[in-house]
């Protein structure tokens, strides 16, 4: 009689379990992406390099929209829509990253599980093909929360993530814009190295690259976010900005929203943007589209600082506000509604 009772027991205690998760899932959940806020104007892109802004989006987008269609976590789903992004020469980030002041490529990111708390950063990585995954693999076999420069790097290599020599990064046109500023004290948002109407139009067409970040939500109620970064053009003197700062660039926590930004970073770091959203939801009450909006509309503006983010809630809400000219942005949500945009309207 014991036997079969344990043995009923070893049958269906599973399928409770099974039956419980099943219950647990739900069909809300999208993901959302950025590549870079800054001067994006329409007048000064070609139709071909809208389509090419446009393919990668969509292909990042969709990377992680499949993980989170087939009930993977926001997590997973954040991470691949980032590497996508860091391999294109496109967006400022891993391939294409700026140059700084002393012509090197210094790359930062940040990573963030909503459901743990748990936050993954690197600052300042040189040979680090996908700084992101670094940023995850801190998050799962560090105990800390960020790492920087060789130490982060010595890390790296005792963790089997990929390296490249620094000739990856080579790019003529990050170097033609790092050398129209070298001499100044300037350091610049890669999309603002002209002014929208006076600036110099055929320069400007090959100009258009920007920091990557992503949210999701998944079908277990988790939110996540992350952000990825060559940082400023022009940067001195191992200058680092918001992007790696859980906070400022980038923030997730179940109870509220996930959140990557994009900008003039110092303004970001001063404003702890990330969380500020977060904040003004928690403890204001506000909605996250009112929250994200004061934060990149109000308390930005006011202090002068460029750029924009992107954010989703625990219910799926989403908010891609920004006070540039332009931002590349794209989400798709789980009843298949889906947009790419890059200008104002
Ligand atoms: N926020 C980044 C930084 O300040 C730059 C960017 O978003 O393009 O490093």
Redesign the pocket.
Not at 240 to 243: A, L, P, Q, T, V
Not at 261 to 266: A, F, K, L, P
């Given at each position: 009689m014991r036997n079969v009772l344990l043995a009923i027991l070893c049958i269906t205690f599973p399928m409770f379990l099974f039956s419980q998760n099943q219950l647990i899932m739900s069909e809300n959940f999208a993901i959302v992406i950025h590549g870079?806020?800054?001067t994006i104007l329409k007048k000064n892109m070609t139709d071909e390099q809208e389509k090419a802004y446009q393919e990668k989006l969509q292909e990042a987008l969709d990377s992680g929209y499949t993980i989170l269609k087939d009930g993977g976590s926001a997590i997973d789903a954040i991470e691949k829509a980032i590497v996508v992004m860091e391999d294109s020469p496109l967006f400022?980030a891993g391939k294409g990253a700026v140059y700084t002041n002393a012509g090197t490529n210094e790359l930062?990111a940040s990573i963030m599980d909503g459901k743990t708390l748990n936050a993954g950063a690197v600052s300042g990585v040189r040979n680090v093909k996908n700084p992101i995954k670094l940023a995850r693999v801190v998050i799962e076999k560090s105990e800390h929360v960020m790492l920087s420069g060789k130490g982060a790097e010595d890390f790296a290599k005792q963790y089997k993530i990929e390296m490249v020599d620094s000739a990856y990064f080579y790019n003529e046109h990050r170097l033609k814009q790092l050398n129209k500023i070298k001499d100044s004290e300037k350091i610049q948002?890669?999309?603002s190295d002209n002014d929208d109407e006076q600036g110099d139009i055929t320069e400007l067409k090959d100009s258009k690259f920007?920091?990557v970040g992503a949210v999701a939500l998944d079908k277990h109620g988790n939110l996540a976010a992350a952000?990825s970064?060559g940082?400023?053009t022009n940067?001195k003197f191992g200058r680092?900005?918001?992007?790696p700062i859980i906070g400022a660039?980038t923030y997730a926590n179940n109870a509220t929203c996930a959140v990557s930004?994009?900008?003039?970073?110092?303004f970001?770091i001063r404003n702890v943007v990330a969380y500020d959203v977060a904040a003004l939801m928690e403890y204001k009450n506000l909605s996250l589209v009112d929250a994200a909006n004061y934060a990149v509309n109000e308390k930005l503006v006011k202090l002068g600082g460029d750029?924009g983010l992107i954010a989703i809630d625990k219910d799926g809400n989403i908010a891609m506000p920004f006070n540039t000219k332009g931002m590349y942005r794209a989400y798709k949500k789980a009843n298949g509604e889906s947009k790419i945009l890059i200008f104002k309207n």
């Open positions: 870079g806020a800054g400022n930062d948002l890669d999309h920007g920091t952000t970064t940082g400023m940067k680092i900005g918001d992007s660039g930004c994009t900008g003039h970073g110092e970001f750029g």
